[in-house]
T-cell receptor
Framework: GAGVSQTPSNKVTEKGKYVELRCDPI?????LYWYRQSLGQGPEFLIY????????DSGLPNDRFFAVRPEGSVSTLKIQRTERGDSAVYLC??????????????FGEGSRLTVL | AQRVTQPEKLLSVFKGAPVELKCNYSYSGSPELFWYVQYSRQRLQLLLR?????SIKGFTADLNKGETSFHLKKPFAQEEDSAMYYC?????????WGAGTKLIIKP
């Protein structure tokens, strides 16, 4: 595809349920990032992958959150025992390499998660 | 701690008027800073970076280390500039983001 693809675009779930959010980055991009954006706030870093490995997971808020990227392409963000406070837009971004030199991240449209 | 502050949640100006979106940062060292933009129903995208000293869509931003600011400016606003604007600062592998400013250009 031409850009970063995220599915689902919208997810409504009940408190306590398990959720998976998927990100398909731009082909050839080795770096992949997950951010979370709450209403009225800027994106908040969750985790960064370089290839298959999580190079920095310091932004994951607690052990209910986990992310994988087993083949170095598609990534899945997994949230266990969801809480109402997890409601947010989850953004995925990719870049050709660790892009902090250029600062250019290519974002998906986001997955809006609502926990009732 | 590294931090980015965008003091205005909303800025509304008339078409043709000058625009200045404020961004202040806290960082020890020589920062690189970026402006991202999100137009209605579109994804977040890079607008410009200070290191390239470029003008994109008529916007410029100058890094002022004395005032720790990186304000985004445009001399004559256009209706298509209406969007959310975010200032961002790299920290290792991540970007630290401001809360964003919603810019509305009135006809």
């Amino acid at each position: 595809g031409a850009g970063v693809s995220q599915t689902p675009s919208n997810k409504v779930t009940e408190k306590g349920k398990y959720v998976e959010l998927r990100c398909d980055p731009i082909s050839g991009h080795t770096a992949l990032y997950w951010y979370r954006q709450s209403l009225g706030q800027g994106p908040e870093f969750l985790i960064y992958f370089q290839g298959t490995g999580a190079a920095d997971d310091s932004g994951l808020p607690n052990d209910r959150f986990f992310a994988v990227r087993p083949e170095g392409s598609v990534s899945t963000l997994k949230i266990q025992r969801t809480e109402r406070g997890d409601s947010a837009v989850y953004l995925c971004a990719s870049s050709p390499s660790s892009a902090m030199g250029t600062g250019e991240l290519f974002f998906g449209e986001g997955s809006r998660l609502t926990v009732l | 701690a590294q931090r980015v502050t965008q003091p205005e949640k909303l800025l509304s100006v008339f078409k043709g008027a000058p625009v200045e979106l404020k961004c202040n940062y806290s960082y020890s060292g020589s920062p690189e800073l970026f402006w991202y933009v999100q137009y209605s129903r579109q994804r977040l995208q890079l607008l410009l970076r200070h290191i390239s000293r470029e003008s994109i869509k008529g916007f410029t931003a100058d890094l002022n280390k004395g005032e720790t600011s990186f304000h985004l400016k445009k001399p004559f606003a256009q209706e298509e500039d209406s969007a959310m604007y975010y200032c961002a600062l790299p920290k290792r592998y991540q970007l630290i983001w401001g809360a964003g400013t919603k810019l509305i250009i009135k006809p």
